[in-house]
């Protein structure tokens, strides 16, 4: 159903902005008038941009658990969208309700009108909603899908948190530089050159230093901009990503963090589609793609391909592998037991909570680093201020 966004005057005289669903211009005329709203600005709204519409993940999160109490109080589920639709606030929020519901009425199953917003339902999450749905289990699926999404955004907020500070001390300290070298320096290699006064190397450096900043920034953009082209090359190209998720797992500490994050999200994504009955292969696949790192979605999609001969997974992963060593242990116990999807449940917990821990670590040790590191840069700056100055004082005691 085409949506469009239209611009309207209520009856007491208030402009308003929203978007809304409707077979056609005519038929959204005769809906807005029947409403006591008069339109003013009638326009489509772009499929494309439509498609990528997402919710912010409070949002998304706090919709799954409205839509799941309604499902399990026996409200159908046209019902539920239509109430949940009428009731949102007019923006995203609405659109997408409108938009779903709009679908649904019309007998298309919910999980394929929750595929037209791409971005807010990828395939994994719409094949939970699938199953759920084949199984008359939809509720259920709706639940498990909220307590992923809010998993997920937990862990993506304590990453936040985490960079908060090194990112603000960095930002601090560039623009500290920049003024430094921009507008202190300069003013210091005038009063040296007017005195005729020798300077020492690391002076010179400076100076130097400064008056490439001045002189070159066109071009020191230009690399920056360079910079950010080549990691969108990197993310875009499968063998320099793979370079870099090797380089990035080796490396000490941050290869941990990178591993136990990888390990969560692999974990998280296999057992939500597992539980919803999806078969085991598939799951792998989509657990394998949705791990953020190359080389260990390689692994586990060499894994998979055992897993289809008939061997278990703990035992078909490559050896040596890069994952954790708790992996293998507790896919053994959950495949011996008949237990995967709670295997699968404590190695995302389990991987979560160290990844956590060890983010926490680099914190607590790049902390004093950053601030070694800004005290030692000012202070070879200033020295270099006061090294000629000192030189000269010498001199006039001197006479």
Known sequence: MPTFAVTTIDPLGHRRSFQAAAPDEPALRATLRARSLWPVRIAPVAARKLRRLTLPPADFIALLHQLELQLRAGVNADAALGQLAADAPAGPMRTLLEHIHGEVARGTPIHAACRFFEKQFPPHVAAVIAAGEAAAQLPASIRALAAHAASGAELRRTARRALIYPAAVLGATGALILFLLGGVVPQFAAIFRSLHLPLPAITLALIAISDFVRTQWPALLGALAAGGGLVTLIARSPRLRSLRDRGLIRLPLLGDIVRHLATARFAAHCRLLHEAGIPLLDALRTGAELTGNAV????????????????????????????????????????????????????????????????????????????????????????????????????????
């Open 296 to 399: 260990l979605e390689r692994q586990l999609l060499a894994a998979r391909d055992r897993v289809g001969l008939g061997v278990p997974l703990y035992a078909a992963l490559p050896r040596p592998h890069a994952f954790p060593g708790f992996l293998v242990p507790a896919l053994k116990s959950g495949e011996t037991t008949g237990q995967l999807g709670a295997a699968l449940q404590h190695i995302e917990e389990y991987a979560a909570s160290r990844a956590r821990d060890q983010l926490a670590t680099a914190l607590a040790w790049l902390e004093p680093i950053l601030l070694a590191g800004l005290t030692g840069l000012v202070g070879l700056m200033a020295l270099s201020f006061f090294l000629p100055l000192f030189s000269l004082l010498a001199g006039v005691n001197a006479r």
